[in-house]
């Protein structure tokens, strides 16, 4: 009877537009397979042929990958095609895997995400969508998925970031020199032209794996040249930060990604995206959505410090005190200055002005100044006053120094991010036990000498 259940299912899965059914339906088929419960956990008590994988001492169940891909085929709009689904099912093993060893690993260290976290996180994906969160998780019902199953997406999304800023958040560390290069390649590359840009990340999670990722990553190739958008790739198979964007990373000038990033994506046409590249202990493939010409330069601008003290304090002394700004961090805002220039000076903080902004009197003090540069003293309006120069865009359109640092920062968060995941599999016990579609066919056939 249950046998019978399960075929009707399948069967009306062809008519209901159900682009997950073969393979939710090969799920299925695994659970008819002999008991066997060697290895599995004595806190697990359901049906052996129900066990997808093991993670140390937690069981994922086939119930749990069926929700996962059904999750994941909803957010794609059910633009999936049938023969991808065996390597979605490999993705959503691999992901529920990683999920708990990231849940797992948090716990060490008594990392837990709160509900409220949760709700406040589905709260914003319902409202991307112009949903409320009741509203979202009743869609989610209408098609079979349980709440539970995004609330445990959302916890292992947010708790990983978290625990890899608190461990190595120090260790990752942007140099001046890899700022100021990373400007020089961006101010030689400013008169080209721009490309608009999206991504797909493939982390390889050991060496000895590499060719079989490689391999992954040309299905994936292929699956766009039979139509699948890559924007729907991105979202169920990369691992990068875009993902949830479809990989979009927007408007990118050349010189902005790493080298060999960069010299792949400058000669294509819009419309063209690139073989695997390995990067960073990962496979990368980028699309070229668009092309558009360099804009022409603008006016100079300048993000200026300023500190000004009254006529009467003096010549002498207003220098002493004026010529602090220089190294009292000022361009953070002024409110936490490094050292006190006094009680009769006052500093504040003028963003992203031009000559025209600024007052005349002062331009000329200004005009020449460059980065991290203290100007003469200026008379005005009975007040001593000095300018210090915290950036100064050149009205290329170039990314700020600090804009810079915060993308050069979490690229190489993320690169030890991806390597403390890698470490702590290496130390844990992963067992999948659930076969794609073709490798439980390949194990059915006879072997070459007829057994």
């Given at each position: 009877m249950i046998a019978k259940k399960t075929a009707?299912?399948?069967?009306?899965?062809?008519?209901?537009?159900?682009?997950?059914?073969?393979?939710?339906?090969?799920?299925?088929?695994a659970q008819s397979a002999p008991e066997n419960r060697e290895g599995i956990p004595a806190t697990y008590t359901g049906p052996a042929n129900s066990v997808a994988a093991i993670v140390n001492d937690t069981v994922i169940s086939t119930f749990d990958v069926q929700q996962r891909m059904k999750l994941m085929l909803l957010s794609a709009g059910g633009r999936i095609a049938p023969q991808m689904l065996p390597q979605l099912q490999q993705q959503?093993?691999?992901?529920?895997?990683?999920?708990?060893?990231?849940?797992?690993?948090?716990?060490?260290?008594?990392?837990?995400?709160?509900?409220?976290?949760?709700?406040?996180?589905?709260?914003?994906?319902?409202?991307?969508?112009?949903?409320?969160?009741?509203?979202?998780?009743?869609?989610?019902?209408?098609?079979g998925i349980?709440?539970?199953?995004?609330?445990?997406?959302?916890?292992?999304?947010?708790?990983?970031?978290?625990?890899?800023?608190?461990?190595?958040?120090?260790?990752?560390?942007?140099?001046?020199?890899?700022?100021?290069?990373?400007?020089?390649?961006?101010?030689?590359?400013?008169?080209?032209?721009?490309?608009?840009?999206?991504?797909?990340?493939?982390?390889?999670?050991?060496?000895?794996?590499?060719?079989?990722y490689y391999d992954g990553s040309l299905q994936l190739l292929e699956q766009m040249r039979k139509g699948v958008p890559f924007a729907v790739i991105a979202q169920q198979f990369s691992a990068c930060t875009t993902a949830a964007a479809g990989g979009d990373m927007g408007w990118v000038r050349a010189g902005e990604l790493p080298e060999d990033l960069d010299a792949a994506v400058r000669d294509l046409p819009p419309g063209s995206v690139t073989n695997p590249i390995s990067t960073d202990g990962a496979f990368m493939i980028l699309a070229v959505r668009d092309k558009r010409a360099a804009v022409k330069q603008g006016e100079k601008a300048w993000s200026l410090a300023y500190a000004a003290t009254p006529l009467s304090t003096g010549r002498a002394a207003a220098r002493t005190k004026l010529e602090k700004l220089a190294t009292a961090e000022a361009c953070a805002g002024g409110k936490t200055l490094r050292q006190d220039l006094g009680p009769d000076v006052d500093v504040a903080v003028v963003e992203n002005a031009t000559l025209s902004m600024i007052d005349?009197?002062?331009?000329?003090?200004?005009?020449?100044?460059?980065?991290?540069?203290?100007?003469?003293?200026?008379?005005?309006d009975d007040t001593l006053s000095v300018l210090y120069a915290c950036e100064v865009d050149e009205g290329l359109g170039i990314l700020s120094r600090a804009a810079i640092e915060d993308r050069l920062y979490s690229r190489q968060l993320e690169r030890i991010a991806q390597q403390y995941l890698r470490d702590v599999e290496r130390k844990s016990t992963v067992d999948i036990r659930l076969k794609s579609q073709p490798e439980a066919e390949q194990n059915r056939q006879p072997s070459a000498n007829g057994g």
């Open positions: 009707s299912s399948c069967i009306k899965s062809a008519f209901i537009g159900l682009s997950a059914g073969a393979a939710l339906c090969s799920l299925a088929a959503v093993v691999r992901d529920l895997v990683q999920d708990q060893l990231k849940i797992q690993e948090a716990k060490k260290y008594d990392l837990v995400i709160s509900d409220d976290e949760i709700a406040d996180e589905i709260r914003q994906m319902a409202g991307q969508s112009g949903k409320t969160p009741d509203e979202l998780l009743a869609l989610l019902k209408k098609d349980s709440g539970q199953t995004l609330k445990n997406e959302v916890a292992s999304n947010l708790v990983w970031p978290r625990l890899v800023q608190g461990r190595y958040g120090k260790r990752a560390r942007v140099s001046d020199d890899e700022i100021e290069s990373t400007l020089e390649r961006m101010r030689s590359d400013a008169t080209q032209e721009q490309t608009l840009i999206s991504e797909i990340c493939i982390p390889v999670p050991s060496p000895d794996q590499t060719q079989a005349e009197r002062f331009r000329p003090a200004v005009e020449n100044l460059g980065r991290n540069e203290l100007s003469e003293i200026v008379e005005a």
